[in-house]
C-alpha cells in the first residue's frame, strides 16, 4: 500500500523524474516562521544555511503548482514544497544490475549486493529503481517489493501503474513463493529441515530486529543444500515477511550469514563502501501466478554466492 499511495502522489508532482530521481517533498506545518526560507532552515538542520539559500535562488523549490520559492516568500501553512533530493560524494557501487525479464507490465531484474532498492538516506542515485528509471526512460517505474541492500537476487518492478495493486496483493496475501539461499557456519546437531517461528519486533538501534516473546509474527523453514566442512549452503523459505527476517532467524539459531555486520551484533563502524564482504544471502527464485494471463512466472537469479565467510 505504501508504494501505491508514493507512486499515486509521484504522479501529482509538480517535477518530472529527472536522471531516474523522482521529486521529494515536505508539509508545511502550522508555526511561528516567517517565511519559507525560515520554515527550511529549521526543518533541515543538518544542512548548511547557505546551500538552502542558494537552492531557494535558484528556484529548485517549488509549491503544488511548481511555482518558484524564494528565500523571501511569506510562509504559509498547509502546502507541500517540492524539490530534489542530493546526496553529496554519494559512493559509486561497482555492480552491473541484470534485467532477467521485462513486459509491458512488469521488469524483474537481478539485484547485486550493496546497491540498495529504493533512494534512501545515503543512497540516491545508486538504488536499483534510480538506475532502471534513468536506463530505459521509465519514470512511472515503481518496486512490487522489496530487497535489503546487503541481499541479491530477484526483484520485481511494475511499469503499469493501473497493474500495480494485482501483483502487490499477491505478495500480501502469500501467493508468491520466495526462496533464499544462504551461506553460513555448520551447526552439529542442528536437525534439518527446520522451521523457525518468532515475535520479531525493531530493537536497538530501531533500524535492526530482535526477537520477543509473544505470539510469532514470522516463520520460516530452513533446509540443508550442502554441507562444506564448517560452512553449509541453505535454502530459506519465508512464509511471513518481516524485516530481515531471514537473518534473525538464522541468527537466533546459532548459524549467522556469513558477512552478516548486524546480526548476531550490530556492527556500528560498517564501511558501506568496503565491497570485499558481501553479505551471502541471495533471493534465488521468485514464483507465483499472474494476476493477469494466469500463467506462472518462475524467476530464477543468475548470481553465484562465495562459500566462505571470508
Not at 89 to 97: Q, T, V, W
Not at 132 to 148: A, G, N
Not at 199 to 215: A, S, W, Y
Request: proline share 9%; net charge positive; hydrophobic share 35%.
Amino acid at each position: 500500500m505504501r508504494s501505491l499511495r508514493r507512486a499515486q502522489l509521484m504522479e501529482a508532482a509538480p517535477l518530472p523524474v529527472r536522471e531516474g530521481v523522482a521529486p521529494s517533498r515536505v508539509y508545511m506545518v502550522p508555526g511561528p516562521w516567517t517565511t519559507v526560507y525560515d520554515f527550511l532552515v529549521e526543518r533541515f538542520r543538518h544542512l548548511p544555511e547557505e546551500i538552502l539559500r542558494q537552492r531557494l535562488e535558484n528556484g529548485d523549490i517549488v509549491d503544488e503548482k511548481g511555482v518558484p520559492q524564494y528565500a523571501h516568500t511569506p510562509y504559509s501553512a498547509h502546502r507541500w514544497l517540492w524539490y530534489y533530493r542530493e546526496v553529496p560524494d554519494e559512493p559509486r557501487i561497482p555492480f552491473d544490475l541484470e534485467v532477467l525479464y521485462s513486459d509491458e507490465r512488469i521488469v524483474v531484474v537481478d539485484k547485486p549486493h550493496f546497491l540498495a532498492s529504493i533512494p534512501g538516506g545515503r543512497h540516491l542515485r545508486e538504488t536499483v529503481l534510480t538506475r532502471l528509471r534513468d536506463r530505459f526512460d521509465l519514470p512511472q517505474l515503481t518496486p512490487i517489493h522489496r530487497l535489503d541492500r546487503d541481499t541479491a537476487g530477484v526483484m520485481l518492478f511494475c511499469l503499469d501503474p493501473a497493474s500495480r495493486g494485482a501483483y502487490q496483493r499477491l505478495f500480501q496475501s502469500r501467493e508468491v513463493i520466495k526462496v533464499y539461499e544462504a551461506v553460513a557456519p555448520w551447526r552439529e546437531g542442528l536437525s534439518l529441515p527446520h522451521t523457525h517461528r518468532s515475535r520479531l519486533v525493531p530493537g536497538d538501534p530501531g533500524f535492526i530486529m530482535t526477537e520477543e516473546p509473544g505470539e510469532p509474527n514470522s516463520e520460516t523453514r530452513i533446509e540443508l543444500i550442502k554441507h562444506l566442512g564448517d560452512l553449509a549452503l541453505y535454502r530459506l523459505t519465508p512464509v511471513t515477511g518481516r524485516k530481515h527476517q531471514l537473518r534473525v532467524h538464522m541468527s537466533a539459531l546459532g548459524i549467522p550469514i556469513c558477512n552478516d555486520a548486524f546480526y548476531p551484533q550490530w556492527m556500528a563502524q560498517e564501511d558501506s563502501t568496503d565491497f570485499s564482504r558481501p553479505l551471502q544471502l541471495l533471493a534465488r527464485t521468485v514464483e507465483f501466478i499472474d494476476p493477469f494471463t494466469a500463467r506462472r512466472r518462475r524467476f530464477t537469479s543468475r548470481r553465484k554466492l562465495v562459500l566462505s565467510c571470508a
